[in-house]
């Protein structure tokens, strides 16, 4: 699990973020998508939105 989280983390904050672009949304809607498949996964993807908006904020 912490390495996914961390893995999720290190893709998001490589690459310089085009305008308009929306992390934490992203990785919301994709926890939406992966909550029927992988609740663990959706749950991981989760916490990367929120640790994301603590970076922001």
Request: proline share 9%.
């Amino acid at each position: 699990m912490t390495t996914t989280f961390l893995a999720l983390l290190t893709q998001l904050l490589a690459p310089p973020a085009e305008p308009g672009a929306d992390p934490a949304r992203q990785l919301l809607e994709r926890a939406g998508a992966r909550a029927g498949h992988s609740p663990r996964q959706a749950l991981e993807l989760r916490q990367a939105a929120q640790a994301w908006l603590r970076v922001v904020r």
